[in-house]
């Protein structure tokens, strides 16, 4: 599996991720958003302030997702 070299937030809580080997993944968080893991990024504000180090993706240290959780979250 690559590396993550961004990670871009959309409108409507989605992310465009995009990996070292060309490949994206397009997220949608919106359905999770209730749930207590995910419900602090209702915060519009802070679901833009997404980042990645190359194998997560991350928000202030408050909510990480790992590249392997985020493949999975996109094929629920």
């Known amino acids: 599996m690559g590396q993550i070299?961004?990670?871009?937030?959309?409108e409507d809580y989605c992310?465009?991720?995009?990996l070292?080997?060309?490949s994206s993944?397009?997220?949608s968080l919106k359905?999770?958003?209730?749930?207590i893991r995910f419900?602090?990024?209702?915060?519009?504000?802070?679901?833009?302030k997404a980042t990645t180090?190359?194998?997560c993706i991350s928000w202030e240290g408050k909510v990480e997702i790992s590249?392997?959780?985020a493949f999975q979250l996109a094929q629920k």
């Open 5 to 10: 070299i961004k990670v871009v937030p959309k």
């Open 15 to 18: 992310l465009d991720i995009v």
């Open 20 to 22: 070292d080997n060309g």
């Open 25 to 27: 993944i397009q997220l």
């Open 31 to 35: 359905s999770r958003l209730e749930t």
């Open 39 to 48: 419900g602090v990024l209702t915060d519009a504000e802070l679901f833009r």
């Open 53 to 55: 180090n190359g194998i």
């Open 67 to 69: 590249l392997t959780e």
